[in-house]
């Protein structure tokens, strides 16, 4: 990730450890996709057994892993830095 916005010049990391927060917005997102496999794998399979279930879950979680960890920071800032419009129409923040 870029230290600051280029367009802004909003720092993404305010301060340090800001992003643990993220974890439990990527929590989530595993959350959801080991539900949506669970229900996948029950349509298509008679009975689901632990073995398969981690088996999907890991290789899809591992696949979407780039996604998912950007994701759930773009999030968790999102949370808490407000937008104010294109980066052409607001004045370039002031970095330390």
Not at 6 to 27: D, N
């Amino acid at each position: 990730m870029h230290k600051s916005c280029p367009c802004c010049g909003q720092v993404f990391e305010p301060e340090v450890g800001y992003y643990y927060g993220a974890m439990y917005v990527s929590f989530a997102f595993n959350v959801a996709i080991f539900l949506v496999s669970l229900f996948i794998l029950s349509l298509f399979v008679e009975e689901v057994t632990l073995a398969m279930m981690m088996g999907v879950v890991a290789v899809t979680v591992v696949g979407f892993l780039p996604v998912i960890f950007r994701l759930s920071r773009v999030i968790w800032i999102s949370i808490f830095v407000r937008y104010e419009g294109p980066g052409s129409q607001i004045p370039k923040k002031l970095t330390a």
